[in-house]
């Protein structure tokens, strides 16, 4: 395997490649093949890392009666430029991450590590995504007309999850119902309300924050809203909820409540 992983790194560095998927696969004499994918959180051609990895999963190898051969597919590669040492001697480099994702993703498998990356969305489960854990954020190219409006406005654009607007701590994976809520019509806070069977009296609140339904997408959107509220218990806990509708226009929403994130 250490003279494979050689060979595959001076074939990679030839073509100005890295690997991001390799695959070994074993061939028994019995004809059914054994096969061992990597996946690299960055182009790499590093030997070393490579074969480390592979080392960490070979019991999954099962060699049956005996193997006859190996070899070192590659089955994703991108553009890998030439490499230099200056940030590994440098004391103030920021640490490699790469070295620690690889290990984590072929332990636990590549859709079991992720980050988020936000997305322009003002409704909140729209407002962020899944991706790779080093994959750099994505860049705006769309170029302005010389006539658009826009062209005026000469600030930097707002982060999607700028601090103005703050959000929870954990956002629920959908917003759950809640029940026997007491609140002021149109615009009060909840004093009381029920989720997953416990009571929970409110001693602070902020809002509303109002969020409008995006009318490009559906049709049905078109005069939602959602009213949304940071508040705090008496035991301390902190609950971002929201209810569905402005509280005076019965087409804007039903006036229902719902639980959408904790802690803040």
Request: aromatic share 6%.
């Amino acid at each position: 395997m250490r003279e494979l992983m050689q060979r595959l790194a001076v074939a990679l560095a030839k073509s100005g490649l890295g690997a991001r998927a390799v695959e070994m696969i074993a061939a028994r004499v019995d004809g059914v093949p054994q096969i061992l994918r990597l996946g690299f959180a960055r182009p790499t051609r590093d030997a070393a890392h490579m074969l480390r990895l592979t080392l960490r999963r070979i019991e999954e190898i099962e060699p049956g009666y005996g193997i006859d051969g190996i070899a070192l597919i590659v089955r994703r590669a991108d553009p890998l430029g030439a490499e230099t040492l200056a940030p590994a001697l440098a004391d103030d480099a920021a640490p490699d991450l790469a070295p620690l994702i690889d290990a984590l993703i072929n332990r636990i498998g590549a859709g079991r590590l992720w980050r988020i990356a936000p997305v322009e969305s003002d409704v909140p489960e729209r407002s962020w995504t899944r991706t790779a854990p080093l994959d750099p954020p994505p860049r705006e190219t769309r170029a302005l007309r010389d006539d658009d409006v826009r062209q005026l406005d000469a600030r930097s654009p707002d982060h999607p999850w700028h601090p103005r607007w703050p959000r929870p701590v954990l956002l629920l994976r959908r917003p759950e119902r809640i029940d026997h809520v007491l609140a002021e019509l149109p615009d009060q806070p909840p004093k009381r309300f029920t989720w997953r069977g416990t009571t929970h009296r409110i001693v602070r609140a902020e809002g509303p924050e109002r969020v409008a339904g995006e009318w490009w997408r559906r049709a049905p959107e078109r005069m939602a809203v959602r009213d949304y509220y940071r508040v705090e218990d008496e035991a301390g806990q902190r609950f971002w909820l929201f209810r569905r509708g402005d509280g005076m226009r019965s087409e804007t929403g039903d006036l229902s409540w719902f639980l959408h994130g904790l802690g803040n």
